[in-house]
């Protein structure tokens, strides 16, 4: 497995993924409390020169949270299920799968050495990006709350778990990107909407996940009171891994 994931890191590094997702999650963690501390007033400024009357509602950090968590699930959850998936099908997109698999190695190490190193960089780069916001939240608000930073990023990373759980199972049963892209689209979308009803075990699918993470900012709910909802998608995610690696398993070279 060391071996495995020495390499699949090493290819991370020669390509743009390396830089791209740390990129994208400082330039939003920038944006975010300056788009939160600011737009109302660029609104305003806007509406009024065409003589629009405009009332500046009060910015409050939490403002600069919403915003936060806005972006990372419109924008960087998008890449992160494009850029998964052509992880996973790398080797079968080229023709190499064959020959990679003709070597002395397990098919559960592959795949999961791929899943593990991508997690790996998602994390780190959530990690950076949450102490650039966290300093430009405080610069511009002169308050920021750590903890909802730390939890509001756990929170966003299990569900990571779970979309490249499905980004790998989607790789798996279909024979193109454009394919397993759409695929893992449209799951995603669906366990949105499932998330978004109040009754019985859907409150504790992954799609509530925003929900969740509002309920964190507000001060409604303590982190604390999720386990449940964290155990859900964590079991979820491991049976799309597990069908996934039963598939691989069958994959006739």
Known sequence: MKTL????FIFLKRTSKFIVFPAIGIFFAILSPITAKY???????????EGLDYIIPAVTVSDSYIQYIGYLFEIFLFVSIFVGVSIFM?????GELPLVLSKPISRTSYLLSKLFTFLILIFGSLIV???VFSYYTYYLFDTIDIMIVLNITLLYFIYTIFILAVSMFTSMLMKSYA??????FVMYILFSILGAFD????????????QRSAEIITG????????????VILVVSFVFVFLSIQKFKKYDI
């Open 199 to 210: 009754k019985g075990i859907l409150e504790y699918l992954p799609g509530r996940v925003t």
């Open 39 to 49: 737009m109302h007033e660029i609104l305003g400024a806007l509406l009024g020169a």
């Open 5 to 8: 994931m020495k390499y699949d």
């Open 90 to 94: 790398k080797e079968k997109n080229k």
């Open 129 to 131: 990006s949450g102490l």
């Open 220 to 231: 409604t709910t303590e982190m604390n009171t999720m386990l449940p909802f964290i155990l």
């Open 179 to 184: 394919g397993a892209s759409v695929v893992t």
